[in-house]
Antibody, heavy 123, light 110 residues
């Protein structure tokens, strides 16, 4: 059964870089035709798409975060990674990784989600 | 400010029907597929509807989706107290060149 699990530092200081990973188990990313997304949710607020990537189809970023965001797919570790530079308190959120429901589609619908990892940015 | 507009809250009695709207524009809803998610308190979002009106396996037919022009609607019939949750719509925006979500609608089953 396919499962996603995010991990991260929990607490990051403002102006520093946030690094998160998402471990994928139950399927091989390298043989998967799916795009994998990162979505975040600030406390008490809605969802924000950060970007999506696949091992063969490239990476697509939210234009508003593109200058600070790097996402990648590591097929050797079967995991996704996210790097967000120059964080501020506005980046405090639960960060989710998720799989797009239909193959080879960048953003359509996310059917499988990790449990999320809480990131707090301290000033 | 979300690109997609949802009412902050809706409410209805158990057993009744409720609809949740998601309003956008020609750059997003009108020309792209819409998905809907349910987020129960303290849990991860769950996909309810994809491609405007399709239900993933395991989602009961009490949940339905539709789209007309620049708006989409989620319908829930036979409301149960367990349906109390936040509901989000999502789609691709061709002008922004990115995925967008609504701010969410809180459903209260009175």
């Amino acid at each position: 059964q396919l499962q996603l699990q995010e991990s991260g530092p929990g607490l990051v200081k403002a102006s520093e870089t946030l690094s998160l990973t998402c471990n994928v188990s139950g399927a091989s990313i390298s043989s998967s035709p799916y795009y994998w997304g990162w979505i975040r949710q600030p406390p008490g607020k809605g969802l924000e798409w950060l970007g999506s990537s696949s091992h063969s189809g490239g990476t697509y970023y939210n234009p508003s975060l593109k200058s600070r965001l790097t996402m990648s797919v590591d097929t050797s570790k079967n995991q996704l990674s996210l790097r967000l530079t120059s964080v501020t308190t506005a980046d405090t959120a639960v960060y989710y990784c998720a799989r797009n429901y239909l193959p080879n589609i960048i953003f359509d619908a996310f059917d499988l989600w990790g449990q999320g990892t809480v990131v707090s940015v301290s000033s | 400010q979300s690109v997609l507009t949802q009412p902050p809250s809706v409410s209805a009695a158990p057993g009744q029907k409720v609809t949740i709207s998601c309003s956008g524009s020609s750059s997003n809803i009108e020309n792209n597929y819409v998905s809907w998610y349910q987020q129960l308190p303290g849990t991860t979002p769950k996909l309810l509807i994809y491609d405007n009106d399709k239900r993933p396996s395991g989602i009961p037919d009490r949940f339905s989706g539709s789209k007309s022009g620049t708006s989409a609607t989620l319908g829930i019939t036979g409301l149960q107290t367990g349906d109390e949750a936040d509901y989000f719509c999502g789609t691709w925006d061709g002008s922004l060149r990115g995925g967008v979500f609504g701010a969410g609608t809180k459903l209260t089953v009175l």
